[in-house]
């Protein structure tokens, strides 16, 4: 019996693990956001202190209390402790600490790279200069906000926004996010650069780097088709994402702003929709076209090998340039003059299919747990409201219409489960739970099936 246990547990995948490890960490921040001192009032839930541990965890946002009124000094320090855990990965955090301690395994090292999607690059150099931009960018990230803040803003408010919003994760500590400073440019623009930065993913600001102190010191290296693709990919979406937004709530949610706030805010919200959910519009009170294409951009998500979540740019990218090649008669696929791997394709279909596979059963589960329930006061669009609800949960972005509170008891468990596969990936949870299966000693012979 020993044997075979410890023969199980070397046959855990590395998808497993890592879904066990993602559990293990909301369990922990569960039992900790119970506890009377990370409370200001009566201590929450247990389905609200799971909710809050896992969207902490899953780097999404969605939150069924008011994280600033409701948790203490020490909650909130909990509360960011669990984001950041979740921001950097906790394969990455694990395997920085064998790293540190000079007890990594070469298995473990490559495991954490390939977590950060880390194309070519070697892991031990990666993980340091992971924890190192990422201390970086945060510290000064709080700076600049503490400088812009002033009297509005302590360090430890500036601290908390800054890796919130670096780590894509979207929790605010003021009542209604980031609305009261809608007019503001300076704040608008560093958590909007913080967002960029967390979104871009690791492997992206890697290349990035190696490209500026390629050209810095006159060896010219080529950006590698990875960094390309994303940042290409991202400049479109924020810019379709700000003229969608202007153009569809220009005399809407944004009625009555002047001119300069009007774009401003609607940039901002091109930027924190693909993965982040700070707001600084109201989106309870946006029309139904805005909500439904803006569930497009939160499905799409950031980079791989970051914070962000969704089903990746570069998925799309991917799935996008293929039926090009369809469409054009060619087998190929090519993006920049570089061809893509078959393989690439095949996994950017699949993580879409059961992308779609999962929405639709998450959204059909919402609407049964909550059809007796008022979803809202002011919105009588139920499906609507329910599938936003879904897709920002499954693509870690956190934007809510105002019904997360009113959720019941089933709703939150669907939500919560919605936010770890966004997490971790549909492909890496289906691998976590799939066994691997043995070649086929045999194939059957091929026929065709109509289709279309």
């Known amino acids: 019996m020993i044997e075979r246990g410890a023969r199980q547990r070397r046959r855990l995948s590395g998808p497993a693990r890592l879904a066990i490890a993602w559990i293990a960490a909301i369990g922990v921040g569960t039992a900790l956001l119970r506890l009377p001192p990370a ?52 394969t990455t955090v694990s395997t920085f600490l064998l790293v ?51 009297a509005d803003g302590s360090w430890w408010v500036a601290i908390f926004h800054s890796v919130s919003a670096f780590c894509n994760a979207g929790f605010a500590l003021f009542a209604d996010s980031l609305v009261v400073y809608r007019a503001d440019p300076a704040v608008n623009a560093a958590i909007a ?16 780097a190696s490209w500026c102190r390629g050209m810095l010191t006159r060896r010219r290296r080529r950006l590698v088709l990875h960094a390309r693709v994303v940042l290409a990919a991202s400049l479109v979406l924020w810019a379709a994402g700000g003229l969608m937004f202007a153009t569809m709530e220009w005399g809407g949610s944004m ?38 294409f803006t ?16 089903v990746k740019v570069t998925t799309v990218v991917v799935i996008l340039a293929a039926v090009r090649a369809r469409f054009r008669g060619t087998e190929s696929l090519a993006l920049f003059n570089r061809a893509v791997p078959a393989e690439v394709v095949r996994r950017s279909h699949l993580l879409v299919t059961l992308s779609v596979i999962f929405l639709t059963l998450v959204v059909a589960g919402l609407l049964v747990a909550e059809e007796v329930r008022p979803v809202s006061e002011i919105r009588t669009d139920r499906f609507l409201l329910l599938a936003f609800e879904a897709v920002s949960a499954f693509g870690t972005v956190g934007l809510s219409a105002g019904v997360t509170a009113d959720l019941s008891a089933g709703g939150k468990l669907l939500i919560i489960v919605c936010m770890f596969v966004g997490r971790l990936g549909p492909l890496v949870v289906a691998l976590a739970v799939i066994q691997p299966r043995s070649a086929p000693r045999y194939a059957y012979p091929e026929e065709e099936v109509a289709i279309g």
């Not at 931009?133 to 510290?139: F, K, L, N, Q, S």
């Not at 913080?194 to 890697?206: C, D, H, M, T």
């Not at 930027?271 to 309870?284: E, I």
């Not at 569930?295 to 969704?310: K, R, S």
Request: proline content about 3%; some cysteine; glycine content about 14%.
């Open 255 to 292: 009625h009555g702003l002047p001119m300069g706030e009007k774009l401003l805010a609607a940039m901002f919200q091109s930027v924190t929709t693909r993965t982040a959910g700070f707001n600084t519009l109201d989106f309870s009170t946006m029309r139904e076209p805005t909500l439904f």
């Open 193 to 208: 650069a913080l967002i960029v930065l967390g979104g871009l993913g690791f492997i992206a600001l890697y290349q990035m």
């Open 100 to 150: 540190a301690a000079g007890r990594a395994t070469l298995t473990q090292q490559f495991g954490a790279s390939e977590a950060l999607a880390g194309l070519r690059v070697h892991p031990v150099r990666l993980i340091w200069w992971v924890l190192a931009v990422t201390v970086a960018i945060e510290a000064l990230g709080a700076w600049v906000l503490r400088h812009v803040w002033g």
């Open 39 to 90: 409370t200001t009032l009566e201590p929450l839930t247990w389905i609200d202190a799971l909710f809050t541990a896992a969207s902490a965890v899953c780097v999404t946002g969605l939150s069924t209390i008011a994280v600033g009124d409701r948790l203490s000094l020490f909650g909130e320090i909990v509360l960011l402790g669990l984001i950041q855990l979740g921001g950097l990965g906790i």
């Open 295 to 310: 569930m497009f951009l939160m499905i799409i998500g950031g980079a791989p090998g970051g914070c962000a979540g969704g």
